[in-house]
């Protein structure tokens, strides 16, 4: 993809092009502050570039019929997103459907050339399958603080060797095509934004919980990244003082307490203190526990499990009351490998924001699980790389 929107208007048509589908003229004329003139004008234009083609006729209004406008098929996105534990790769065509999708298991602490070696393979992989002979723009997220406008991670606690690592700079050059890079949790906002439960709503909090907790803030329809890319570090907010040590370097953080290591870690102890015979049986069995084996034992009524799950559920929703009070959002979507919890996460979490934040900011509010699960990651990728290249240049 070489050709980029002259102007304000056509990059305006094509995002209308990607979120609805093809569309007429006419229709196309009824969302966008255009004469009709004008309007002929820039999609005219459009065509001339190959971004957008003709797509049959449309629909009649009366009058002659108008073709259809879509944009052009044989456009390309790659989605990146990476976890503390796994690497989530997909194509997707312009209007960001996911045409492949492979995940593989990777320990983000092994180091940027190591993850970025397996992202690309697994990109080669898809490209090989015939879904793509190239790719016209890259995502990608990484599970922590990024300087948005140079594409670095800055400082994430969970990802040793990374701080400062061009990441941009670095799978452009590989790729051979533009790239853009953003946290992981803003990404899912976004994917969950297009494509899933957020698709109606331009006010929302979208909440990670899985090896680490942030949180996508998402204002008027856009993401909101903070001066320097650091909203949302809501792991980071202590929930108790004085307690235990966070990989920040700080004592009583969320995260510390309540994330896939943290259940993991207490898991293990319940287990071990025989809280749980569930747990034990599952420890000797497997040698180690994670949030899923969480979830199985409180589905089976291990009253330790079930325990571990409202606590951790009540800790995520004190810190979301004050969110909400703070933001009065229309929506607050939870995410994430812990969301195996389900509905006794789900269930906790919504106690304690209803209980804490006035009912002005809860009368209305739905607290929900995210429909997309591992998708929402890379969808929000491709959504990230498409807001950029369908900006005029």
């Keep these: 993809m070489t050709a980029r929107p002259a102007n304000t208007h056509q990059a305006r048509l094509l995002r209308l092009l990607r979120d609805g589908g093809p569309n007429s003229r006419a229709q196309l004329g009824d969302q966008v502050d255009l004469s009709r003139s004008k309007l002929a004008v820039e999609v ?23 073709h259809n406008i879509r944009l052009a098929p044989e456009l390309r996105f790659l989605g990146v997103d990476i976890g503390a534990t796994s690497i989530d790769v997909a194509v997707t065509n312009a209007e960001l459907e996911v045409l492949g999708h492979l995940n593989h298991p990777m320990d983000v602490r092994e180091g940027p050339v190591a993850v ?24 990608v997220g990484v599970p922590g603080p990024v ?4 594409g670095v991670p ?19 050059q590989e790729l051979g095509c533009p790239v853009m890079v953003d946290n992981d949790v803003n990404l899912m906002a976004m994917g969950e934004q ?3 439960v957020a698709r ?19 204002v008027g329809g856009e993401v ?32 510390a307490h309540f994330s896939g290591a943290a259940l993991a870690r207490d898991a293990q102890d319940a287990a071990r203190e025989g809280r749980s015979p569930e747990l034990a049986a599952r420890l000797e069995a497997a040698g180690r526990l994670s949030a899923l084996d969480v979830a199985a034992a409180a589905a089976a009524g291990d009253a330790a499990a079930l325990a571990l799950i409202r606590e951790g559920g009540n800790r995520v929703g004190q810190v979301i009351a004050g969110l909400v009070s703070f933001f009065n959002p229309g929506l607050v979507v939870i995410g994430g490998g812990v969301t195996g919890l389900g509905h006794n996460l789900l269930a906790s979490v919504r106690t304690q924001v209803y209980r804490q934040s006035l009912p002005l900011a809860t009368n209305n509010l739905p607290i929900v699980l995210g429909e997309l699960g591992p998708a929402a990651g890379v969808i929000g990728a491709a959504r990230l790389i498409s807001d950029h290249l369908f900006s005029p240049a």
């Design 194 to 196: 297009h494509a899933g």
């Design 44 to 66: 005219d234009r459009l065509l001339d570039t190959g971004l957008v083609v003709a797509d049959g006729l449309a629909a009649s209004r009366g009058g002659r019929r108008s």
């Design 200 to 218: 109606s709503v331009g006010d929302f909090l979208c909440v990670k919980i899985g090896t680490g907790i942030g949180c996508g803030i998402v």
């Design 116 to 139: 970025f070696e397996q992202a690309l393979s697994l990109a080669a992989k898809l490209r090989a399958s015939g879904l793509a002979d190239g790719f016209d723009g890259a995502g």
């Design 154 to 172: 800055v400082a994430p606690p969970i990802m040793p060797g990374w701080d400062g690592f061009p990441v941009r700079e670095a799978l452009s």
């Design 224 to 255: 909101y990244r903070g001066t320097t890319g650091s909203a949302g570090d809501i792991g980071h907010i202590q929930v108790e003082p004085g307690g235990r040590p966070c990989a920040c370097g700080n004592r009583g953080c969320l995260e």
């Design 147 to 150: 300087r948005f406008p140079e």
